[in-house]
């Protein structure tokens, strides 16, 4: 068959209008999620896919109707990637998706300047308790609780490089599960994948601290870029 003459001007219509939709940019990521939680500061966290382990946390505010990104920096996920923080085994090494709130920071060194979250000092005696038969399971504890064994907990002031400085995660904290998991945090990088943590550089921790406001609700949303486990799900 011979093919069919297209008009100059239909090949130019057709052209322009794929220019204008490459051109057209994309909405901020948090105006494509289900929930941002409710306030106007919201920090994400993404990784490529469930099995990976590097990834980028952004934080935004809310201005003027829009979500606006007031920073980013790379950040690090569970040695075994994320899952589905409502199907979560503690021990699994995999850092929970999902939206939570952001309790109260904490940290070996004092609060960055400006700081306006409840910040707790680590002292020698802090613990954070993640045995399942304890009755402060997901919890610090200060000093440690007779039914909280050592060998299933956290010795925080141990940990002097991630927890400079950190943000409590309020995954399974309210109403603990047991075996679900514990001691999860945004914290500042250690020398590689976390334990479940979100991790960012100390730089970037200090700056998420400065900026966070309670009085704005800021929530932690952790997922994908696609599939079950994207962050637009949440």
């Given at each position: 068959m011979r093919p069919r003459r297209v008009s100059v001007a239909v090949l130019v219509s057709l052209s322009l209008l794929s220019l204008g939709t490459a051109q057209r940019p994309a909405s901020p990521l948090p105006e494509r999620m289900a929930d941002t939680g409710g306030g106007t500061q919201l920090i994400?966290?993404?990784?490529a896919r469930t099995g990976s382990t590097t990834g980028t946390v952004t934080w935004w505010d809310?201005?003027?109707?829009?979500w606006v990104a007031a920073g980013s920096a790379k950040a690090r996920f569970g040695a075994n990637g994320l899952t589905e923080g409502t199907t979560r085994k503690q021990g699994t090494n995999t850092t929970p998706t999902?939206?939570?709130?952001?309790p109260y920071a904490f940290g070996i060194e004092a609060a960055?300047?400006?700081t306006?979250?409840?910040y707790r000092r680590v002292r020698q005696n802090s613990w954070w308790c993640q045995d399942n038969g304890s009755r402060v399971y997901n919890r610090w504890t200060e000093p440690r609780a007779a039914d909280c064994r050592a060998s299933q907990a956290e010795h925080l002031i141990?940990?002097?490089t991630q927890y400079a400085h950190a943000l409590v995660v309020d995954f399974n904290y309210r109403r603990p599960v047991r075996g679900r998991g514990a001691g999860i945090f945004l914290h500042v990088n250690g020398r590689g994948a976390t334990a479940g943590c979100v991790s960012v550089p100390k730089s970037a921790m200090r700056a998420i601290l400065r900026w966070a406001s309670p009085a704005r609700a800021p929530h932690l949303a952790i997922g994908t870029t696609g599939g079950r486990t994207a962050i637009t799900r949440y």
């Open positions: 994400t966290a993404v990784a809310r201005k003027g109707g829009r999902g939206l939570y709130g952001l960055p300047s400006g306006r979250s409840p141990t940990y002097r």
